[in-house]
């Protein structure tokens, strides 16, 4: 989508390796947050940041952790992937009271071998 | 947050008129209620959003009752490029905390 773009697109890694996802925007929305998609689940949020340096727990955190140092950019990291995290992987932003809610990225599959 | 329920799945023909049902039995006064669009290996996409009675866009129309426990996306002569999930979601948008659920699978046959 337009103004959020999510790197790498595809990942294959290795269990008990550290993996960093990245999400870039240029919309200079103030919310990004991470979600993960399995099947049979939806889409499940990870972690959102509401500002530079703010940033809290989804629903389903354990495992991940987040960094915002700047407002386009918003890194996941799996300290060290286990093959549960194999998932697709969805960045997102908002800006707080706009009627448009969410915009997505295209999404990043990553796999735990 | 309030919990959203959604049927798992739709059939329709195209050339109908679909109208997808969400439940928000716990939806707080300051929530508002927002779908989305979701086709296979991309995000999903926002397709309509509102708080009470009816709103219309060049896509769908989003009907909610006085009492606010639910709502209905409406999707008027579909296509088969509609098939999708399709999501609804209820929360303020001054926090932007949104949870997903499963979403509605709408398969449109030719």
């Known amino acids: 989508d337009a103004g959020i773009t999510q790197s790498p697109r595809h990942k294959v890694t290795e269990t008990g390796t550290p993996v960093t996802l990245r999400c870039h925007q240029t919309?200079?929305?103030?919310?990004m947050y991470w979600y993960r998609q399995d099947p049979g689940h939806g889409l499940r949020l990870i972690h959102y940041?509401?500002?530079?340096?703010?940033?809290d727990k989804g629903e389903v955190s354990d495992g991940y952790s987040v960094s915002r140092s700047k407002t386009e950019d918003f890194l996941l990291t799996l300290e060290s992937a286990t093959s549960s995290q194999t998932s697709v992987y969805f960045c997102?932003?908002?800006?707080?009271?706009?009627?448009?809610?969410?915009?997505f990225g295209s999404g990043t599959r990553l796999t735990v071998v | 947050l309030a919990k959203t329920t959604q049927p798992i799945s739709m059939d329709s023909y195209e050339g109908q008129e679909v109208n997808i049902t969400c439940s928000h039995n716990?939806?707080?006064?300051?929530?508002?209620i927002t779908w989305y669009q979701q086709f296979p290996s991309q995000g999903p996409r926002f397709i309509i959003q509102?708080?009470?009675t009816k709103v219309t866009n060049e896509v769908a129309s989003l009907f909610i009752p006085a009492d606010r426990k639910s709502s209905t996306l409406s999707l008027p002569r579909v296509s088969l490029s509609d098939t999708a999930v399709y999501y609804c979601?209820?929360?303020?948008?001054?926090?932007?905390?949104?949870?997903f659920g499963s979403g509605t699978k709408l398969n449109v046959k030719p």
């Open positions: 997102a932003i908002s800006e707080p009271g706009r009627d448009y809610g969410y915009t």
């Open positions: 919309e200079n929305h103030r919310y």
């Open positions: 940041s509401y500002g530079v340096k703010d940033t």
């Open positions: 716990n939806i707080a006064t300051n929530d508002y």
């Open positions: 509102g708080y009470k």
């Open positions: 979601l209820v929360g303020d948008l001054n926090f932007n905390k949104f949870y």
